[in-house]
C-alpha cells in the first residue's frame, strides 16, 4: 500500500497491467453484479438533472424502473447506487447496433448534450474505492469479466493506474496523480 494523502492506494494500481477491451467484453460491467453502480451524495441530483437529456436513449425496461424507484436506490449497505433492471443492466445503459453496452450519461456527454461524464464509479472502474474516518482505500477490484482488459494491458504494458490516469485526476487532483506517478515509477527502486 502506497499512502497519499488521506488515501492509502493498492499497489495493484502500480503493478497490475489493465486496458479494458470492450471489443471482448461488449461492456459487461455495466450489466453483471449484484447491485448498480456505488454514488456519491453529490452525484444524486446530477442523476436526476441529466435524465430528460438522456431519456431516449434509455431502453423502455429502464423508464419504467425509473419512473417507480428513481434513477437510483440505497442497498444492504445503506450507500446509494444507480438503478439496475432485471437484477442486471444499470438503468442508465443503452446498447450500440453491435450489442456492446455502453453509458448513456456518458454517450450524451460526448455528443456535448451534458457536461457531467458519469459517476465517478464507473469512470474509476475496475478501481472501487472505500470509505474509512480517516481515510479513503483506492483498490483494484478484481473480477472475471475483466480478464480479456488484463490480457490486453499485458500486450500494452500499461500500468492500471496509468490507464485511469483521467479518472484518477478527476476523483482526486493532478498533484495526487502526480505523487501516484512518482512512487509508481521509483517503486523499483526502493531501499531494502
Do not use: C, V, Y
Given at each position: 500500500m502506497i499512502q497519499i494523502e488521506d488515501t492509502v492506494v493498492s499497489l495493484d494500481?502500480?503493478?497490475k497491467k489493465f486496458v479494458c477491451d470492450l471489443s471482448a467484453c461488449k461492456g459487461i460491467c455495466c450489466v453483471e453484479g449484484d447491485c448498480g453502480a456505488p454514488l456519491e451524495e453529490e452525484e444524486?441530483?446530477?442523476l436526476d438533472e441529466v435524465l430528460p437529456i438522456v431519456w431516449d436513449d434509455?431502453?423502455?425496461d429502464a423508464r419504467e424502473i425509473i419512473k417507480k424507484q428513481g434513477t437510483y436506490y440505497y442497498d444492504r449497505d445503506g450507500e446509494p447506487v444507480t438503478s439496475i433492471v432485471r437484477g442486471e443492466d444499470c438503468v442508465f445503459t443503452c446498447y450500440d447496433e453491435n450489442g456492446m453496452c455502453k453509458c448513456a450519461i456518458e454517450k450524451a456527454f460526448r455528443e456535448g448534450r451534458t457536461s457531467f461524464y458519469k459517476p465517478i464509479s464507473c469512470h474509476l472502474y475496475p478501481v472501487r474505492l472505500g470509505k474509512f474516518d480517516a481515510f479513503t482505500a483506492v483498490n483494484y477490484h478484481r473480477w472475471g469479466v475483466c480478464r480479456a482488459a488484463l490480457v490486453l494491458g499485458e500486450k500494452l504494458?500499461?500500468?492500471l493506474y496509468e490507464f485511469l490516469k483521467e479518472p484518477l485526476i478527476?476523483?482526486?487532483g493532478e498533484e495526487w496523480f502526480a505523487q501516484l506517478d512518482y512512487?509508481?515509477?521509483?517503486?523499483g527502486n526502493r531501499p531494502e
Open positions: 494500481l502500480i503493478e444524486l441530483a446530477i434509455l431502453s423502455p504494458g500499461k500500468p478527476r476523483k482526486f512512487a509508481a515509477k521509483n517503486w
